[in-house]
Every structure is written in C-alpha cells, then in structure tokens.
C-alpha cells in the first residue's frame, strides 16, 4: 500500500493534517469551504496530449451540495411560461438572429447565492468564460435559446433509451459495452429505464440508485487503494455516470433524483480533471479502428458531459455560459464511422469520407458542408444551439419524416 499522505489533498498536505480522502472533497476542505485539490487526479492521465491550448481544468472541490429544488421550480415556471413569449416573433421556435453557443459546466452559477445571472460587466471580467458571436449579455430563460436548450435536453434525455435498444449512443460505443461492466450496469439501468411506470417507478429508482452506488464507491476506493487505482479504467466510469445523469437530470417525477443526480455532478467534473490531459487531436496518429473508437469515446464523453451540465443550470437557473476549455473539444461528427459495425466498414468510410472532424469553436466552418443524414444526436445538438430550430429544418428541407425522427415536429402532426 502507498502512503495515503500520496493520496491526500494539497490542502491538507500542506497544512500537514490528516486526510480523510472523501470525494469530492474531503472534510476539512469542505468545513473550511476551500478547494479540494487531489493531485493523483491531476497527474493520472500522464502528460498533456493534444490540447496544449487548453485552459486548466476545474478544481475536484466544485461545489454543487446546495438545495435546487427551488430552483429547479422556478426554472420550470420559467420554462412553461416563456414558451407563448418567445414565439412571438412569427417563427416556428420563436428564434431569430445568429447564434449563441449555450454549453458548459456551469460551475460558478451554481456558487451563486442566488439563481439570476451575473451582469455583464461580472462576465466581461471572468477571462475563463467564452462568448460566441453578438450579444454582451447573459443568456437567459426567454431568450431565442430557450427552445434550442430544451430540445438538446431532449436528445440527451433519449441517450439511455437509444442505448438500452441499439447498445451504443452519441457517447458510447458498442464494442465497449461488452468489455466493461460499469458500462453494462449502465445499459441494465437504461433498458430498467424505458420499462419505467406509475407502478414501478420506485423499485426501478432504487435499482438505478443501487447501481450509481456501486460506481461512486469504486471511485471512492481508487482513492484509498493504489490496486483498485490502477484497475479503475476512468473513460468507461465517466461514460456510466453520464448515462445515469441523463435519466435523473430530466426526471420530472422525482426532485429528489434531481438532486442526487447535482449533487454527483461534482464527482463527474472530477473525473473530467483527469481525462482532459489523455485527450488526444485528429493528428495523433490512430492505430485502426480500436484505437480510434477509444479515443473518440473519449472525446465524445467529455464534450457530452460538458454540455449535458451547462443545458442542466441553464434550464435550472436559467442561464449559461460556454467555457473556454470546452470550446477547445473536438469530435468526428461523421455518423457513419461512428455507428459503423465492423473495422471492414469503418476503414471504408474512413477512406471514402467526410470525416467531419469538427472542433466546438469552429463547428460552423468545419460542418458547412454536412447533409443532415451525415450526423447522428451529438451533431445535431451542436448544430442546433448554434443555428437554432428553425434553421436546422430549413438544412433539413422541411421533410417531414426526418423532422419526426430528431423531434422537430410530432408524429401525428396533419401539413397543410
């Protein structure tokens, strides 16, 4: 065993205490209210890969424990009530004028006393926090992205269902499923998911909680214990825990899921800490399929949980912001390589092309010229929040059918 002083927090090692290696951040970080920083997180993926330009990643000691429920009430009166509001402007959504990207962690908005957002002054002084494109103000409940927000939320809300059926989604891939048994609880919770019921819901919420459990205590263990360490594959950890924030972020059934599900979010952003640094960029030589899926899951995984969490606060408190490390993360948007079944398939469409290898900040030059039946739900998301609804089924060309499929229009809606 190595000495836990190894594994201790910077704040209790320099302070000289004992340590008790609580996650997210142990007792006296939390009874001081300071940050909680573990360097085995810091130091676990190894030197910095690709994203040189990246800036540092968040603290393990991210504060999340605060009572949302009157929050997320407000948020949901918000949200009901600015539906009729925002659609005033003649368009389908209620959308006009370019885009404003709505993603990112949200760390600093849930530290504040108070779910209004900063003004605008308060942001122009935090270099960390990245606008897009023309307006100097908070994004807001109301605004021309509310409806672009709730309809990424609805794409995330599916990513259990969509794995519980196909075994994969936007963020994992099929051949890791079998490999990985954090990722089979995960796919066992999802399908527990879909069968959900006025008359099962609290046996299928206890065994949903029984298995994020069992997964926040393997984190916990890695801690304390350099074998689990070492055996603790983190990519998959991370890519279960989001599947279980999308099913208890978007429960509207059960506040106190939701409240679960925020109060691990912290545990989500640390294990972001350590995969940032194995990120590697499209020019890292890939090794063939395998090797790219792993990298590309990696990729996915962490742009999903950053943008499932800043959909969350805004829909909560009704603002946002984009980070400026987020806007660093790339993904291959091609569905084609994504969801190909064999190596033969992927090594033919990687040769064939596009490839549509798009990086957050630019992603409106890199997809310029991506046809809708080129991207699956991650794409579409980021299409969507930086174009708006409205545009997206223009691209789409108003075809009713493929407007069904991403939820732009209801099935049994009658066209004039």
Not at 67 to 95: C, F, L
Not at 145 to 173: D, K, Y
Not at 361 to 388: I, K, N, Y
Request: hydrophobic fraction near 40%; charge should be neutral; glycine fraction near 8%.
């Amino acid at each position: 065993m190595i000495s836990t002083r190894k594994k201790s927090c910077s704040a209790c090692v320099a302070g000289k205490r004992r340590c008790d290696l609580d996650l997210p951040l142990c007792g006296r970080c939390r009874r001081s209210r300071k940050d909680c920083v573990y360097p085995w997180m810091m130091a676990v993926g190894g030197s910095q890969q690709g994203l040189s330009t990246t800036a540092p990643p968040v603290s393990v000691g991210a504060n999340l424990t605060q009572d949302v429920r009157g929050i997320w009430q407000a948020g949901m009166n918000t949200s009901s009530g600015s539906s009729s509001g925002s659609s005033s402007s003649g368009s389908s959504h209620g959308e006009s004028g370019p885009g404003l990207l709505v993603i990112g962690s949200g760390l600093g908005a849930v530290g504040l006393s108070a779910p209004g957002p900063p003004s605008a002054t308060e942001f122009a002084a935090s270099p960390e926090f990245v606008y897009f494109d023309i307006t100097n103000t908070p994004v807001t409940t109301g605004s021309i992205f509310q409806s672009r927000t709730e309809w990424a939320a609805s794409r995330f809300a599916m990513q259990p269902q969509i794995l519980a059926m196909t075994g994969q989604n936007c963020f994992v891939h099929h051949t890791q499923v079998a490999s990985s048994e954090v990722l089979q609880e995960a796919l066992a919770a999802s399908a527990l998911h879909c069968m959900r019921n006025t008359a099962n819901a609290a046996l299928v919420r206890g065994e949903i909680a029984k298995r994020v459990a069992r997964l926040v205590g393997s984190i916990r263990r890695a801690v304390t214990c350099a074998s689990e360490a070492a055996a603790l594959d983190l990519l998959p950890a991370l890519q279960a825990l989001v599947v279980y924030q999308c099913i208890r972020f978007f429960s509207r059934d059960d506040v106190g899921e939701r409240m679960r599900a925020e109060r691990d979010e912290a545990i989500v952003q640390s294990l972001l800490v350590a995969l940032y640094p194995r990120l590697r960029s499209f020019s890292k030589t890939m090794d063939g399929w395998s090797t790219w899926i792993y990298y590309e899951s990696m990729r996915r995984t962490v742009l999903t949980a950053e943008i499932l969490s800043g959909t969350y606060n805004f829909l909560m408190q009704g603002w946002d912001q984009a980070e400026a490390r987020t806007l660093q993360l790339k993904f291959t948007a091609q569905v084609a390589l994504w969801e190909a079944k064999t190596a033969v398939e992927w090594e033919a469409m990687w040769a064939r092309g596009p490839r549509l290898q798009v990086t957050v900040r630019t992603f409106t030059d890199d997809a310029r010229s991506a046809l809708p039946e080129d991207m699956e739900d991650l794409g579409m998301v980021l299409w969507a929040l930086h174009h708006g609804l409205d545009e997206m089924e223009n691209w789409m060309g108003k075809r009713k059918p493929v407007l069904v499929k991403w939820g732009l229009r209801p099935e049994g809606e009658t066209w004039g």
